[in-house]
Nanobody, 122 residues
Framework: QVQLVESGGGLVQAGGSLRLSCAAS????????MGWFRQAPGKERDIVAA????????YYGDSVKGRFTISRDNVQNTVYLQMNSLKAEDTAVYYC???????????????WGQGTQVTVSS
């Protein structure tokens, strides 16, 4: 089992920045690829970004490329999502997830956090 706890969400004005954190405990964090997903009301859960187990490879959804950065610290067992130039359409609940490899589809991840709300006011 891997337990994941997100933090760092909140309310921010458009153009602002937030940094989300996801702290992991349980099994060896460095064995897992990590992903950030988001889900807005009435919409599907979509990939935001993902990073492989050693941090050497990343993936970004088209809508966040150039604005968001995913990173991880395998000593602190934490994955981060730096979000810059936020837009109203970034408003959603953000979830972190752990899986065996980087995948775009949410179903490919084994463990999930409880989510953190990000609200961007325009």
């Amino acid at each position: 089992q891997v337990q994941l706890v997100e933090s760092g969400g909140g309310l921010v004005q458009a153009g602002g920045s937030l940094r989300l954190s996801c702290a992991a405990s349980g099994r060896t964090f460095s064995n897992y690829a990590m992903g950030w997903f988001r889900q807005a009301p009435g919409k599907e859960r979509d990939i935001v970004a993902a990073i492989n187990s050693n941090g050497g490879s990343t993936y970004y959804g088209d809508s966040v490329k150039g604005r968001f950065t995913i990173s991880r610290d395998n000593v602190q067992n934490t994955v981060y999502l730096q979000m810059n130039s936020l837009k109203a359409e970034d408003t959603a609940v953000y979830y972190c997830a752990a899986g065996r490899k980087v995948q775009v589809f949410w179903g490919g991840y084994d463990y999930w956090g409880q989510g953190t709300q990000v609200t961007v006011s325009s």
